[in-house]
């Protein structure tokens, strides 16, 4: 959903991701496992939501995780429409458990790229300019669903970085495989809000380097209690994150799809 919301933004088709959310209408766990496992829903949102007249304004990076080693490769996309890029967002959204055949590329298994790297600030601080005209980033925002996460355990310099745990957006409800319309349709409502919130925060007065840092020190004492009493919905993908930072090889894991 994440690498689904990046391309919809870089290719301004944020109300095509909106439409295809709304019109899901899968209230169950069991009945999403059935769609996506028996029915190809993955595949079919992919065909739905991917068009031959995008263009990528934004660069778009994501994770893939290859088996053996455990090795993570970004890929970066930006641009005119590719059809390659399908076949490598496919393998950043693959769990096997969800497929009745493995997939593979060069010659490895594949496997969503959150088993490595599920909140991907680490190639925005070393690969953050593969482009030739790209300019140092001001500002890193990430949205996730880890409620112990904390970039500065992992990431120092001088890019300020807000990473908010999503969950907040519904008081930390464990319904996070309804996709309802009516329940999507909450979900957009309090995240516009949220997003007013936090951005009326970031960018009132002082926007300065120091400043912005400032102001997502009180965003994080203002979200701290509550991020401490909730568990993660990420759990487990934390845990294997840990093995995707030990095994990643800063000299092979970067790549731009043209």
């Known amino acids: 959903m994440g690498l689904f919301s990046a391309y919809a933004l870089s290719a301004n088709r944020l109300d ?5 959310y709304r019109k899901m209408d899968i209230e169950s766990p069991v009945k999403l496992f059935w ?3 028996a029915k190809g829903l993955m595949t079919k949102t992919l065909d739905e939501f991917m068009n031959i007249e995008d263009r990528l304004q934004i660069p ?4 893939v995780c290859y088996i053996p080693i455990f090795s ?4 970066w996309l930006r641009g005119e429409y590719n059809p390659i890029w399908k076949k490598y967002i496919k393998a950043a959204a693959y769990f096997p458990s969800l497929h009745l055949t493995p997939m593979f590329q060069r010659g490895r298994l594949v496997l969503d790229g959150g088993a490595v790297d599920n909140i991907p600030i680490y190639p925005l601080l070393n ?18 669903f880890d409620a112990r996460y904390d970039n500065r355990r992992y990431f120092f310099g001088e890019t300020p970085i807000l990473d908010l745990d999503v969950s907040i957006c519904n008081d930390f409800k464990k319904n996070h495989f309804d996709f309802s319309s009516e329940y999507v349709t909450e979900m957009l409502n309090s ?10 925060i970031l960018f009132d007065g002082d926007c300065s380097k120091e400043g912005i840092k400032r102001k997502i020190d009180t965003i994080f004492l203002m979200e701290h209690e509550q991020r401490e ?3 993660s919905a990420d759990a487990l993908v934390s845990l294997l994150n840990v093995l995707g930072r030990t095994f990643r090889s800063k000299s092979d894991c970067n790549k ?3």
Do not use: M
């Open 16 to 20: 095509r991701i909106e439409w295809i």
């Open 256 to 258: 731009k799809l043209f």
């Open 72 to 75: 993570t490769r970004y890929y």
């Open 229 to 231: 009493r909730n568990s």
């Open 60 to 63: 778009v990076c994501f994770p």
């Open 35 to 37: 769609e996506v496992a």
């Open 127 to 144: 690969f953050c300019r593969p482009f030739a005209t790209e300019q140092p980033l001001d500002l890193i925002i990430a949205l996730h």
């Open 191 to 200: 995240a516009e809000k949220y997003g007013e919130k936090i951005c009326a």
